[in-house]
């Protein structure tokens, strides 16, 4: 049970709440002690088809001739799909939010990007004759060089992995090529530094390895609707990305999911239910697409892998007085979501502690891999890891105590972010105490009084001189929209408080983009006018 | 075309629908073979089963012990006669695995699997199979090198010599995750002492080539020498020679020739 510090946190809730913070029984967690919640492949339909699909066995290549006609004469197949019998065969997932480019097919048409990479399906009466068939299918590979690491991809003359972003960079609103936080002058304050500590940090991708591997059932529903059993975890997100990627009104789809069997962020990218209805939809019979065991871990999605340096500026009495970050996000050989992760990652800079000047840069970049999705915390986990690691080496350098010296450099209400927002609820510095308390770690009285609502604010509210990039930046395009962004152009929202103005000169003046007259909020854009 | 399955009331039927079908594979435990076919292996079009008695045989009463094809790693651990695999057969799998799994589809096991084999390797084991022509007995070595042409044969059962005391085998599993994990390598050490000298000296070892393989220069290491320090440090130095360790998932061929000899020393000093 959640435990709420009422001697450290005394005003910070009411305790005459009904629901909040109070302990509440989940509804499905009968169902799932009991063995008695459904998944999605606990149905069996009547006529269902099986649907497999034949993955590259190249990173990199060309797609000269892809022959079926074995294939098709195969005991038991009913289909075979190839990209063309995609309606809208590029996607990018995030294009639901307005962000980002279609950059990925759901099958392969001229060009292969990663090892696993599906370029046909095919669907036959078992999930046997689909393995036989798709054994039969030929495929003539051109291979191309391949590039696997994320500053080899940045260097030039890099083989282009996608060519929607052919400098192998995720764009950001349309020009830039990373995600950029300058706040004080860190060269400055490195220079003057005590103690200059550089680092590199390499983070494998994470398989999220769940129980049930993705999957999903479509069948043909009456007055040409689909109903869909699915282990998606965003069950609105994949039916409106079908909607997409299948051309048609999203009402088409009756969605049936909600009991995922296992997630965390490795389900979110809809990659079997366009597949799946797309069958449906070709053969009217139901069809049924489920990751193997092996496909989950070694095509499924993973948190995509980072590479951080990190260089640090500390005193000798133990402030960190700079922190520039260098940051690398594998997204693999597509965008999927670690274009989201990159601005997630620039926003947490530079981590939960007040440093007077920050520096960062966060690249978003295309490799010859698996793409990576989401996991967990994903943009923040793996930099915050980084860090903390960082953080301990410095203490070591400065020679305190790792506890005392997060004391000491934690953030407190009333600070001001490297991104510009006053920091508010701050808690470091009581989490520390407390575990260093409940693990008997000494920590000495002025570090046991510190108080993350005592001392913050003043100075340290203050957004300071920062000295921007002299590189001339182009003028941004009008904002590209799609269909799938529906704000109606007179509703008026009550706009949120309005952030302090952040201190750099804002780019060259933008041509005027599409005004809604109403400010609107993303985690993507964070408050944006229109 | 669909997956047949065909179930023999003796072995040696079996063994014939096995060695007349190259599409055929025998189903043990089906931790192997169920798998492949979940995953899409197309090779296998015919599934043979043999409901024989013999398969599942246990003789644990003598020095020498026999164990049928069939005996699952479950029964191996409810066996207290068989207290000496009790280790290898725990470090297989989980409890469902270890409750289907076979001492016979183990020895079929590719790396990163197949670790009681590594046990019954240092154990000198014999492997006794009914082929076209008969059933014969074959040295477990003899078995793994030429195990890619043994799939038309069946395993009726392994046998092997009780080591003389607990001390004399011994057997450890790397893993990266407990207790389930495939291995990153295996080790198991016989080292019969005579005298106070060692005699006889087997080790085992798994992940470090193609097939379970011996170290035979740790083992000549060992020979006729008493288990001190210089004697197991000069074996954990030898530990890597003629291996042919690779890169997988769990780790790369050149990891794995830096943590054999540290591996063996540990085992051979008898250290956690």
Known sequence: MLELRKDIFADERDDNLKEIGKGTQRQDMLGHVTGTSSYFNDHKLQGMLHLKVVRSTQAHARLRHIDTTEAERSAGVRRIIRGADVPRNLNTLLSLINFGKDDEPSLAVDKVRYKGEPIVAIVADSEREAFEAVAKVRIDYEPLPAVFDVEDALKPGAPVVNETYPKNTFTYHEVYDHQKLRFGDADAALATADHVLEQRYQMSPIEHAPTETNGAIAAPDTNGRYVVYTSTQALFFSVDTCAKILDVPSNTFHFIGGTVGGGFGGKVDTLTEPLAILGAMLTGRPVRYVFGREEEMQYGPPRGAERIYIKDGVMRDGRVVARKIRAYFDSGAYTRLSSYAAVKCAAHLPGPYTIPNVYGDVYCVFTNRTPATAMRGFGVTAMDFAIECQMDKLAHLVGMDPMEFRILNAYRDGDMKAHRREAKNTALIECVQVAAEKAKWPIRDEFKRASSRKDGGGSRAVIPPTPTDSRTRPAAPAQQRTSYDRLPPTVTRESPREPPPPAPPPPSPRPPAPSHGATRFSSVFGTRRR | ?272
């Open chain 2, 1 to 272: 075309m669909a997956v047949t399955v065909k179930t023999f009331a003796s072995a040696s039927e079996a063994a014939g629908a096995l060695s007349s079908d190259r599409s055929a594979r025998y189903l043990g435990g089906g931790t192997l073979v169920m798998r492949a076919l979940n995953e899409g292996d197309v090779s296998i079009s015919t599934v043979v089963r043999a409901s024989d008695q013999a398969l599942t045989r246990i003789d644990a009463s003598g020095p020498r012990i026999t164990l049928g094809a069939g005996v699952t790693f479950a029964r191996v651990l409810a066996e207290r006669e068989l207290g000496f695999l009790h280790a290898p057969a725990r470090s297989i799998g989980g409890p469902a695995v270890r409750n289907m799994g076979t001492v016979g589809g183990n020895l079929f096991a590719q790396s990163p699997y197949g670790d009681f084999t590594v046990a019954l390797l240092a154990l000198d084991a014999t492997v006794a199979v009914q082929g076209s022509f008969g059933s014969r007995d074959i040295p477990i070595e003899e078995f793994l090198q030429a195990r890619e042409r043994q799939t038309g044969t069946l395993v009726l059962s392994v046998s092997c010599t009780r080591p003389t005391s607990t001390e004399a085998f011994r057997y450890r599993k790397i893993a990266r995750i407990k207790p389930k994990g495939g291995s990153v390598i295996t080790l198991a050490a016989h080292l019969p002492i005579s005298g106070d000298r060692i005699a006889g000296a087997r080790i085992a070892l798994g992940s470090m080539a193609p097939t379970q393989i011996r170290a035979r220069a740790a083992e000549r290491a060992l020979e006729g020498r008493s288990l001190d320090a210089a004697t197991i440090a000069a074996a954990a130095s030898a530990a890597t020679e003629g291996t042919s360790p690779y890169d997988n998932a769990l780790g790369s061929a050149w990891y794995r020739r830096e943590i054999v000899g540290v591996h063996l020393r540990r085992l051979l000093s008898g250290q956690e």
